[in-house]
């Protein structure tokens, strides 16, 4: 099995948890209740975004980035905030949570599918259109034929 790469960030799961290792869940369509699921095995797939590291380490970053912006804004939010310049907010916090709101979004199977689609879509103009170009060559479309939007 492949290294366990989430699609719904840990550091995100723990914002709602009480020990910061288990959280409840609800599979809805099996109507299962867990109260103490551990964060590390649930909403993950082996190898998502690659089977080298190079995308997960990107996000990795991007994530850290995510986490201490949203850590300000629930404590700024929940008023457990001093008034020193660490725990202020600023535009780029709210930029953070943007960011990482469109991401999460992405990281679904329904917008994977519709991204795919659209791709596909493209390829296919642009071949319709242009016979004599083959888009595989074309370094530009190369984000459009990776395998993580399969």
């Known amino acids: 099995m492949g290294k366990r790469q989430h699609y719904i960030p840990q550091f995100y799961l723990r914002f709602f948890s009480d020990d910061n290792k288990t959280v409840a869940i609800f599979l809805f369509q099996r109507r299962l209740y867990r109260s103490r699921v551990p964060i590390k095995s649930i909403l993950y797939k082996p190898d998502l975004?690659?089977?080298?590291?190079?995308?997960?380490?990107?996000?990795?970053?991007?994530?850290?980035?995510w986490n201490a912006s949203l850590k300000r804004i629930v404590a700024y939010l929940s008023s457990d905030f001093t008034n020193d310049e660490n725990s202020k907010i600023d535009e780029s916090d709210l930029l953070d949570l943007y960011s990482?709101?469109?991401?999460?979004?992405?990281?679904?199977?329904?917008?994977?599918?519709a991204i795919s689609f659209q791709s596909e879509a493209f390829i296919r103009d642009i071949q319709d259109r242009f016979p004599e170009i083959n888009p595989a060559e074309i370094d530009?479309?190369?984000p459009l034929l990776d395998p993580y939007f399969e």
């Open 49 to 65: 975004y690659d089977n080298d590291d190079s995308k997960e380490q990107v996000i990795s970053h991007l994530e850290s980035k």
């Open 100 to 113: 990482f709101i469109c991401f999460t979004l992405m990281r679904t199977r329904q917008q994977i599918s």
């Open 140 to 142: 530009d479309f190369n």
